[in-house]
């Protein structure tokens, strides 16, 4: 099927299309959804800015039926009041609360194997665009593994051949670095030249780890400040010095990826354990020490602790917080959705912020598809119910203080992988087993209603529900630095619901939001 190019009229106060709904779409049976396929021939891009105009309100629309963020505009002078909408909201543009640090996905190995395995330079560069670029989801963050994770298709550190190499002396990046994760990242860099890299590791060289195993149960050997902690803290810097001499800084650490697993029993994958006083004492007796030292202080390197699942984020954070001097070389709490949507524990954030307001917290990993035991493990193409658990939960951490949110893999092959030990899950980019085309996803679209309009520095606004329930509706709000207030809304329901909103400028109004779709609506203020 070709591009196609429409125009519409919504059911309520709508008004003209601009921009053309470019989606090459291709369709599955088992699915309830569509996506759009980018090849040689042709791949969709999303709007370039400038978003809002003046007197008009500007709405990008996805939805499960057609949509892919196509704009629209609703005249001032064409705004609707229906006095019995379903919801009513009052919005605050003055009750202020956290700023956007941004949207991103991670520089994996997997996500490099399959770009590479892309038939065309022009594709591969697309790809990165449809990510980066001004006419991408214009992410500002990227998370890179340092060495090997389970998207790898091997088990690697940087110093893996000579044991008990205290000095470090046989460190060395690995060519999966070159090949996966650097060029890529230039590419990247090249759209846009403020992005924020940052660094974690899974597990480190196996000599220094308790089990003498990169996967599974496991800890540092040795004591804090012992030569293992001390190694393992110059690693980590030897780490962001051989990137910079490869011409890339990265903005932020976190010193364990997932840190519980490592202390469970018979877990498959890289990991190392941290439980929370050990990270507090790595950080505060080597790790923080040691990067100060070497010119990362706080002023120049984000560390950010934790970056493990949201049913345990405060009481880790509070093992690491409650010590002044472990503290103090920390900037943020990393948290990861997996126990999220299933066990209800997002007021864990607000409990982390509330203790400790002046640590920003930020969603550094979410993939779906990742429960084993489900059915529909790994790719789905063309799930729409996976463009509305990601927009649900992006909303659920921004409205408990959350300054944005990270997706992982940019790029899976059909079956979700490459992954080591078979850890299938999905990405919002998919592509072909023969490497002539890929296929974005809607969780693709679904993000980009956020990371392309939240821009850095957009702060959250209060927003109160004065009548209706927010069933199956979740919405947040923000201003951004130019002055458009933007608002997102995710509709679950299989019905549309109307919203009525107040406070956002002089006149009260009504827009309605059709079945199954995400809406970013700007207005300048
Ligand atoms: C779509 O994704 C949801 C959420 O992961 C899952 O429950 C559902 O089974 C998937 N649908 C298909 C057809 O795979
Ligand atoms: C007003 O909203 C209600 C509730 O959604 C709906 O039933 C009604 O049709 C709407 N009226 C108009 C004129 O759109
Ligand atoms: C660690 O494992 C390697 C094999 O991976 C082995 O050669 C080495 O002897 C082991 N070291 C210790 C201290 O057990």
Redesign the pocket.
């Known amino acids: 099927m070709f591009t196609k190019i429409v125009t519409f009229i919504l059911?309520?106060n709508l008004i003209f299309i601009s921009g053309s709904f470019g989606c090459q779409l291709k369709k599955y049976q088992e699915t309830d959804s569509f996506v759009c396929v980018c090849n040689k021939e042709y791949c969709d891009s999303l709007p370039v800015e400038p978003y809002s105009s003046p007197k008009s309100l500007t709405i990008f629309t996805s939805d499960k039926s057609y949509y892919r963020l196509t704009k629209s505009f609703v005249p001032e002078s064409d705004l609707?009041l229906?006095?019995?909408?379903?919801i009513k909201v009052t919005l605050n543009v003055y009750d202020r609360f956290q700023s956007i640090i941004g949207f991103g996905g991670a520089f994996t190995d997997a996500s490099g194997i399959n770009i590479n395995r892309l038939t065309s330079d022009a594709l591969k560069d697309r790809l990165i665009a449809d990510y980066f670029g001004k006419d991408g989801a214009e992410y500002n963050i990227g998370r890179v593994p340092i060495g090997g994770a389970d998207f790898s298709d091997r088990i690697y550190s940087y110093d893996d051949d000579v044991e008990d190499d205290f000095e470090l002396k046989h460190f060395a990046l690995a060519a999966d670095d070159y090949d996966y994760k650097i060029n890529y990242i230039k590419k990247a860099q090249q759209l846009n030249s403020n992005i924020k890299l940052l660094a974690t590791p899974w597990a480190p060289p196996k000599w220094l780890k308790t089990s003498n195993k990169s996967e599974g149960l496991g800890i540092l050997k040795g004591e804090p400040g012992s030569i293992y902690w001390k190694t393992y803290a110059n690693y980590l810097i030897k780490f962001l010095e051989s990137y910079k001499e490869n011409s890339i800084e990265f903005w932020g650490l976190t010193p364990q990826n997932e840190p519980l697993t490592g202390l469970m029993p018979y877990y498959s994958f890289n990991t190392m354990g941290f439980s929370s006083y050990m990270m507090r004492d790595f950080i505060k007796k080597d790790l923080g020490p040691a990067l100060k030292a070497a010119g990362y202080g706080l002023d120049k390197l984000e560390l950010l602790l934790y970056d493990h699942n949201t049913d345990e984020v405060y009481s880790f954070a509070r093992g690491v917080l409650s010590d002044k001097d472990a503290a103090s070389y920390v900037s943020g709490v990393a948290y990861h959705w997996y126990a999220g949507p299933y066990k209800y524990v997002y007021d864990n954030l607000n409990k982390v912020h509330d203790a400790f307001p002046q640590y920003f917290l930020l969603s550094t990993e979410a993939c779906e598809g990742w429960i084993r035991s489900d059915p529909d493990a790994g790719v789905t193409l063309g799930n729409w119910t996976r463009a509305e658990t990601y927009a649900s939960d992006v909303i659920e951490g921004l409205n408990r203080w959350s300054t944005g949110w990270v997706d992982w893999n940019l790029a899976l092959n059909m079956e979700g992988g490459p992954n080591w030990v078979k850890n299938y899950v999905d990405a919002p980019i998919i592509v072909s087993d023969d490497g002539s085309e890929y296929y974005k996803q809607p969780m693709y679209y679904s993000l980009a209603h956020f990371s392309k309009f939240l821009k850095p520095g957009s702060q959250r606004i209060h927003h109160r529900i004065d009548k209706g329930r927010m069933d199956g509706v979740k919405m947040t709000t923000f201003v951004t630095p130019t002055n458009d207030l933007v608002i997102v809304v995710v509709n679950t329901n299989k019905e549309?619901?109307?919203i009525t909103f107040n406070g956002a400028g002089p006149s009260k109004f009504?827009l309605?939001f059709g079945p199954n779709s995400i809406k970013t609506i700007i207005k300048p203020l």
Request: charge should be negative; avoid cysteine.
């Open positions: 059911s309520l609707k229906n006095q019995s909408s379903d549309s619901v109307q009504t309605e």
